[in-house]
């Protein structure tokens, strides 16, 4: 967990970048958050208008007392958003959420694997690596180039990029973990992105004996970990989960835990994928 925070801050808009085909690139200035901001953290955005539940969203860059914003316009609390005006103030709380953990040893190979908006948790992760003197490759999958997003930014850290994509507009032809299995195995590997990814990305590392953590997509309630509404089946004995006895009667075998405030981010050994 973060070291400080999570604050109640107001968060100004100071710069938005459109990135066709319907993805969008927002600056904020918010120092106390931006200040405290760790890897594959979020924060939770009450927008101006009508009444709807906080917007959560990770945290991509940072930079200074400002940080950003990736997303893609899907429903009405993201049209809204990407509809501010440069200077508005919307309220923030943040950073929410644990983050990565960088490995002991500094001479361990890390491997990022980030499935479309997936890359978002991979800035912040890529400077700790950077700045740690760790050794590095990113790889960044989508359906097709159109859809790639991430690359400008990922690339001041000068690690290895390997793009792919579905079609093979871009890169190499198939998924991220089609590449994965290519490459010699890393000593660590870091994921996020849609879940068959992130299953199948659990799997190569459990079978391989790497460890490996993903940052879980979900959709929030209230963000906070009050609604229980981003709960994902976990062993049991796992240090995120609920720790609930068994009652007699129950018959699963796995605990859960809460994305939003136990998570985002689970060890692929401790996380169990159902059919």
Same mark, same amino acid.
Request: aromatic residues 8%; glycine residues 10%.
């Given at each position: 967990?973060?070291?400080?925070?999570? !604050?109640?801050? #107001?968060?100004?808009?100071?710069?938005?970048? /459109?990135? #066709?085909?319907? $993805?969008?690139?927002?600056?904020?200035?918010?120092?106390?958050?931006?200040?405290?901001?760790?890897?594959?953290?979020?924060?939770?955005?009450?927008?101006?208008?009508?009444?709807?539940?906080?917007?959560?969203?990770?945290? !991509?860059?940072?930079?200074?007392?400002? $940080?950003?914003?990736? $997303?893609?316009?899907w429903?009405?609390?993201?049209?809204?958003?990407?509809?501010?005006?440069?200077?508005?103030?919307?309220?923030?709380?943040?950073? &929410?959420?644990?983050?990565?953990?960088?490995?002991?040893?500094?001479?361990?190979?890390?491997?990022?694997?980030?499935g =479309?908006?997936?890359?978002?948790?991979?800035?912040?992760?890529?400077?700790?690596?950077?700045?740690a003197?760790?050794?590095?490759?990113?790889?960044?999958?989508?359906?097709?180039?159109?859809? &790639?997003?991430?690359?400008?930014?990922?690339?001041? $850290?000068?690690?290895?990029?390997?793009?792919?994509?579905?079609? =093979?507009?871009?890169?190499?032809?198939?998924?991220?973990?089609?590449?994965?299995?290519?490459?010699?195995?890393?000593?660590?590997?870091?994921?996020? =992105? #849609?879940?068959?990814?992130?299953?199948?990305?659990?799997?190569?590392?459990?079978?391989?004996?790497?460890?490996?953590?993903?940052?879980?997509?979900?959709?929030f309630?209230?963000?906070?970990?009050?609604?229980?509404?981003?709960?994902?089946?976990?062993?049991?004995?796992?240090?995120?989960?609920?720790? !609930? #006895?068994?009652?007699?009667?129950?018959?699963?075998? /796995?605990?859960?835990a809460?994305?939003?405030?136990?998570?985002?981010v /689970?060890?692929?050994?401790?996380?169990?994928?159902?059919t």
């Amino acid at each position: 967990m973060s070291q400080s925070g999570p !604050y109640l801050e #107001p968060a100004t808009l100071v710069r938005r970048e /459109f990135l #066709p085909p319907g $993805f969008w690139y927002l600056t904020l200035r918010a120092p106390q958050i931006a200040a405290a901001a760790k890897s594959a953290q979020f924060v939770a955005l009450d927008l101006p208008g009508t009444f709807m539940v906080r917007l959560p969203l990770g945290i !991509y860059t940072v930079q200074d007392d400002t $940080f950003s914003l990736l $997303f893609q316009e899907w429903g009405e609390r993201t049209r809204r958003l990407a509809s501010l005006a440069e200077g508005t103030a919307v309220s923030c709380i943040g950073p &929410l959420g644990n983050s990565f953990r960088l490995p002991e040893e500094r001479t361990t190979r890390a491997t990022l694997v980030a499935g =479309g908006l997936g890359v978002a948790a991979m800035w912040l992760l890529a400077r700790e690596l950077h700045n740690a003197g760790m050794d590095a490759t990113i790889l960044l999958g989508a359906r097709s180039a159109n859809l &790639l997003v991430g690359m400008r930014e990922l690339q001041i $850290f000068g690690f290895p990029l390997d793009v792919c994509t579905d079609d =093979g507009s871009s890169g190499f032809r198939g998924t991220v973990i089609q590449r994965l299995q290519a490459l010699a195995p890393p000593g660590v590997l870091y994921g996020c =992105g #849609p879940p068959g990814m992130l299953r199948a990305l659990c799997a190569y590392a459990n079978d391989h004996g790497i460890t490996c953590e993903v940052s879980l997509e979900e959709t929030f309630g209230c963000s906070l970990g009050t609604c229980w509404g981003c709960v994902v089946p976990v062993r049991r004995g796992c240090p995120q989960g609920t720790g !609930y #006895p068994r009652a007699e009667s129950e018959t699963r075998s /796995f605990d859960v835990a809460r994305v939003c405030a136990d998570g985002t981010v /689970f060890r692929a050994a401790d996380l169990v994928w159902q059919t």
